[in-house]
């Protein structure tokens, strides 16, 4: 395998990555302040210097640190997500790292579905299908953040030759926490669930493969979701360019 490290190794998607590189020739988890259940090293991304001294002697950065409420204000989203993904982005050019792989979010095209104003509600009307190529939507402020990394992303892949993969990721939970949103949510809330779910072997599926296939075209931007049967955000092209083998699926965990 490869030298990986992962920045936001604290958060929720972080945690469940944790164990997902075991044949990494070397792993390296970053968070942002000290966790007694995880051996980790200190990283502010928004201090440059120190994301530019810190993020060396890897092959490739999985990059989920920032600001990841759907509520999080500007300020906040411009600091940490866009900011410090320009920091991430600026080390491993100069720290000759070869890809990133970025936690983009389905909030960056959520507008295409929505429900109303509120992000994590879907229309229950007719739905559009969401290809990998659809152009940035967002549905909120950090939506909107998310759509400016990938420009970021995009424009060091173009001008620096930086290997990138853009994982518009959907609602990572259990399959229990998944029962619990929906039986407790409003019908579009609920569909929203049912449609976005991305479970735990598939979050670490998806993301082992962006970190290590070979890429046919470079960059990649796909989405990240369960083989859910209510999905409307496309994976095929996730499963043709990373090689992706979604085994989860909403419908079926909610059976259970």
């Keep these: 395998m490869t030298r990986i490290g992962l920045t936001g190794a604290a958060g929720d998607v972080g945690r469940e990555l944790l164990d997902a590189f075991d044949g990494a020739d070397e792993f390296r988890a970053f968070t942002h302040s000290e966790h007694d259940d995880i051996d980790a090293e200190l990283l502010d991304v928004t201090d440059a210097d120190e994301v530019r001294?810190?993020?060396?002697?890897?092959?490739?950065?999985?990059?989920?640190?920032?600001?990841?409420?759907?509520?999080?204000?500007?300020?906040?989203?411009?600091?940490?997500?866009v900011r410090g993904t320009k920091h991430v982005l600026d080390a491993t050019v100069e720290n000759g790292v070869d890809r990133v792989v970025f936690a983009s979010s389905n909030h960056a095209v959520g507008a295409y579905n929505s429900g109303g104003a509120t992000p994590e509600r879907m229309t229950e009307g007719p739905v559009r299908t969401v290809g990998a190529n659809a152009p940035?939507?967002?549905?909120?402020?950090y939506g909107a953040s998310k759509a400016a990394c990938e420009a970021l992303t995009t424009l060091y892949a173009d001008r620096?030759?930086?290997?990138?993969?853009?994982?518009?990721?959907?609602?990572?939970m259990s399959a229990a926490d998944l029962r619990e949103v929906v039986d407790d949510a409003a019908p579009d809330e609920a569909r929203f669930a049912r449609a976005l779910?991305?479970?735990?072997?598939?979050?670490?599926?998806?993301?082992?493969?962006?970190?290590?296939?070979?890429?046919?075209?470079?960059?990649?931007?796909?989405?990240?979701?369960?083989?859910?049967?209510?999905?409307?955000?496309?994976?095929?092209?996730?499963?043709?360019?990373?090689?992706?083998?979604?085994?989860?699926?909403?419908?079926?965990?909610?059976?259970?």
């Design 53 to 81: 001294a810190t993020l060396d002697d890897l092959d490739v950065v999985v990059h989920l640190a920032g600001a990841s409420s759907v509520d999080a204000d500007w300020e906040t989203a411009v600091e940490t997500n």
């Design 136 to 141: 940035p939507r967002p549905d909120s402020l």
């Design 160 to 172: 620096e030759g930086l290997d990138v993969v853009n994982l518009r990721i959907g609602w990572y």
């Design 197 to 256: 779910w991305l479970g735990p072997a598939d979050c670490r599926d998806v993301h082992r493969k962006a970190a290590t296939a070979d890429l046919p075209e470079n960059p990649v931007t796909v989405n990240a979701v369960s083989r859910n049967d209510d999905r409307v955000h496309s994976i095929a092209e996730t499963m043709r360019l990373l090689g992706y083998e979604p085994r989860e699926n909403a419908a079926e965990a909610l059976d259970d």
